[in-house]
């Protein structure tokens, strides 16, 4: 029979034998993917014009760079000659303008993700979706109804991969009601956080989330995060660069284990703390490709990236 010690026998061991801190081994490795999609949007969204040729340019030099994937959206742009990209011109003439150069120069080094919100018909937004243009496009669940559930239907059955660009938790519900549960949406479900941005009006097609400090910024970001979990596990998630907090947020959800997207589509500033500004795209993706090295995570090439989403590989 084992020979157990008494309570004082037992404490005088343990006072003898007094270790604070337990072999390291004892901790597990965390689980925190090596690999980070790196995703950039280059869309000058703050000069007051732009050119395909500073798109092509910005794309370049990201793809270059190490980004898996470019996403490319007109809205609101005016060009040099003051034409509206995203209404003048056809979105399949404005999308082809860039994506021809971008494909002769690198061919199938990175995935384009163009938007389908603009044209003057249905068929027209979801035209370079249809015409294999691309293979992932962002659709907000908040957009109208009439428009965002054939959109992402249209999507599925040309066999590109919807993103769904949600900028509060409300989206997410309204997401897994609208295109989960009714079985439109194929897994696996493609996440895009796209949160902290101020808005104009108090009720938008997308509500906005206020974001004025690092714990707002985490806060609302694991909030999200948990709500998408809850819906599907295994769902692939990532999160833009975005308003003040811009690279605070992307540098959050690297040590999450999630995916990121950088670019000046939706930040200016190079740091929440100051007035200082980007140089340019290629800037903000060599601070996030630094940020992932610091923490034990490397850059996902396009096809990794295309596994990622179930997409086949080129």
Not at 14 to 36: N, R
Not at 113 to 120: A, H, T
């Amino acid at each position: 029979m084992t020979q157990h010690p008494s309570l004082w026998e037992a404490a005088k061991q343990e006072s003898e034998t007094y270790q604070f801190i337990a072999g390291a081994e004892l901790q597990p490795k965390w689980d925190v993917s090596e690999k980070i999609a790196i995703n950039a949007a280059v869309s000058g969204r703050f000069a007051t014009n732009t050119s395909f040729e500073e798109y092509i340019d910005a794309a370049s030099s990201v793809i270059e760079a190490g980004a898996c994937g470019v996403h490319i959206d007109f809205s609101f742009m005016v060009d040099a000659q003051g034409r509206r990209m995203d209404k003048d011109i056809p979105p399949v003439e404005a999308y082809l303008s860039v994506l021809e150069p971008l494909k002769k120069r690198f061919g199938n080094d990175f995935v384009p993700n163009l938007n389908v919100l603009n044209g003057s018909t249905f068929d027209e937004c979801v035209a370079p979706a249809r015409q294999h243009l691309t293979e992932v496009a962002p659709c907000a669940p908040g957009h109208p109804e009439a428009f965002m559930v054939p959109a992402v239907a249209a999507l599925e059955a040309a066999g590109v991969k919807p993103e769904l660009a949600v900028h509060s938790s409300g989206e997410i519900e309204l997401a897994k009601r609208k295109l989960i549960d009714t079985g439109i949406l194929k897994a696996p479900y493609n996440w895009l956080i796209l949160y902290g941005l101020p808005f104009n009006t108090g009720r938008t097609l997308v509500s906005g989330t206020w974001v004025s400090d690092a714990q707002d910024m985490a806060q609302h970001l694991f909030l999200m995060v948990d709500q998408i979990r809850k819906i599907d596990p295994t769902s692939v998630i990532s999160v833009c660069a975005a308003g003040r907090a811009g690279i605070y947020m992307t540098t959050l959800a690297t040590m999450m284990g999630l995916h990121i997207r950088i670019g000046t589509e939706d930040t200016q500033w190079k740091h929440p703390n100051s007035d200082l500004l980007l140089k340019d795209n290629l800037e903000m993706f060599h601070m996030a490709r630094e940020s992932a090295a610091l923490h034990g995570r490397t850059p996902a090439s396009a096809n990794e990236y295309r596994a990622l989403l179930g997409l086949p590989a080129k």
